[in-house]
């Protein structure tokens, strides 16, 4: 009995495996217009099946509220019509990027005359691993699908209803299209020995890539068989040099913080040197109490809202502070001697996710960009744009902080590989 045979009669989560092992052949070799053509159809079912989606979706969001589920958590679960509509959009990106499938990475002609091509190929079969985020369903299935890859989604028990139709409305219209449908499937069951299954599928599977909390990503990490590009937590630092200007500080800090909490591209520490703290803090503490953020502040901290005196709600950080990805309205808060200090605190605490500094001084910046070795290290910019839509990949597949095959937003190159093909004329080695 070959593998194949084997697999057929196994488990559920093996056989829906091998299904996408199947689809994944058949996919490689589709031209780029089949495959926007299936995106554009998956972006118009979206829409036009919205009622469908928000229906079940909203039993997830009953289901989350019921056990007392956090208010963060909840919001990356929830999708609204305004939500299903920005994600069928982030479809019609992907249709306007450029395929990768077939791109030569390099190619030249040896002394002998053989031609050598490195050619960028699908990845093959590829597993995401996820929690409570419904639009990972979509943004992953566009980016596979165009991509040339088969995809198994394995989302979180909280988001089993909206994945579920999430899944069916873009398999129909990936078969409508005329590509297979098990090129999308959703891995069956909700415990957590499919998951297992799912890492163990070497040979069914070419790559995991888990998003999530640091324990999801830690077991995957860990546990699987399966290859992995590890999606990292995003312990974001906020850095506010001594020349920087104060106006501009605020509002970085504010929307790197504020303007959406639960993702991983939300600032979750402000370092401030100490030469503009006097000036800076008291601007940053109004602000950041005005959007109802709880400051986890040393003493240098704790010290400038007690003399302020204003509305700011400031409790006093530990180690653990220095190391927690909140996804809250909570920031830890210190201040720092110099640049170097500022870089030393990140390099020993930073998930390796993103790292801002803000600041009118061209070589504080250039230091500062030289020495942080994170996925992103922005200059006078939110860390919320480290993103693969705000990058222009249309959507992304999660943010690799591994150094390894990919690293930050992955968008569509990253989800290939490449081999070599060479050209002779009767070419023998001697």
């Known amino acids: 009995m070959s593998s194949a045979d084997a697999f057929a009669t196994d488990s559920p989560v093996l056989a829906t495996a091998r299904r996408a092992r199947e689809a994944a052949a058949v996919l490689a070799p589709v031209p780029r217009s089949a495959k926007d053509a299936a995106l554009l159809a998956v972006a118009d079912a979206l829409e036009a099946r919205t009622a469908e989606i928000t229906a079940a979706n909203a039993e997830d969001v009953a289901r989350a509220r019921e056990a007392g589920t956090a208010d963060s958590v909840v919001d990356r679960l929830t999708l609204t019509p305004e939500r299903i509509a920005a994600i069928a959009s982030d479809v019609r990106d992907v249709v306007g990027l450029p395929d990768p499938v077939g791109e030569v990475v390099r190619g030249y002609t040896l002394p002998n005359g053989l031609d050598v091509r490195q050619v960028r190929v699908p990845l093959g079969v590829v597993g995401i691993i996820y929690e409570a985020r419904p639009n990972v369903t979509v943004d992953a299935a566009a980016l596979c699908l165009k991509s040339g890859n088969a995809v198994l989604l394995r989302g979180s028990s909280s988001a089993y209803r909206s ?10 219209a990936v078969a409508a299209a005329g590509l297979p449908a098990d090129s999308v499937q959703l891995v069956p069951g909700e415990s957590r020995d499919s998951v297992k299954e799912l890492m163990r599928a070497r040979g069914l599977v070419d790559v995991l890539i888990p998003r ?12 699987s068989t399966v290859p992995v590009i590890e999606t990292g937590t995003g312990n974001c630092h906020v850095y506010v040099d001594a020349q920087a200007d104060l106006r501009m500080a605020v509002e970085i800090l504010l929307n790197s913080k504020a303007q959406r909490v639960s993702v991983c591209n939300s600032a979750e520490t402000l370092l401030v040197h100490r030469d503009i703290a006097d000036a800076f803090l008291p601007l940053a503490l109004d602000a950041l109490a005005g959007a109802g953020v709880t400051v986890h502040g040393d003493a240098a901290v704790a010290e400038a809202a007690r003399l302020h005196g204003g509305p700011a709600v400031v409790v006093a950080a530990t180690d653990q502070d220095w190391e927690t990805e909140y996804l809250s309205h909570d920031i830890a808060a210190a201040v720092v001697d110099s640049l170097e200090d500022a870089v030393a605190h990140i390099r020993r605490w930073s998930s390796g996710h993103t790292e801002v500094i803000v600041t009118s001084s061209q070589p504080a910046a250039r230091r500062f960009t030289q020495l942080v070795d994170s996925t992103t290290v922005a200059v006078n910019a939110s860390t919320r744009f480290t993103d693969g839509g705000q990058f222009g990949f249309g959507a992304e597949i999660g943010i690799s902080t591994q150094k390894l095959h990919a690293r930050g937003p992955m968008g569509l190159p990253e989800l290939t590989s490449t081999k070599y093909i060479l050209t002779g004329d009767g070419h023998i080695r001697g």
């Open 163 to 172: 994945n579920t139709k999430l899944v069916e409305v873009v398999r129909d």
């Open 212 to 223: 999530g909390g640091a324990s999801l990503i830690r077991t995957v990490v860990e546990e």
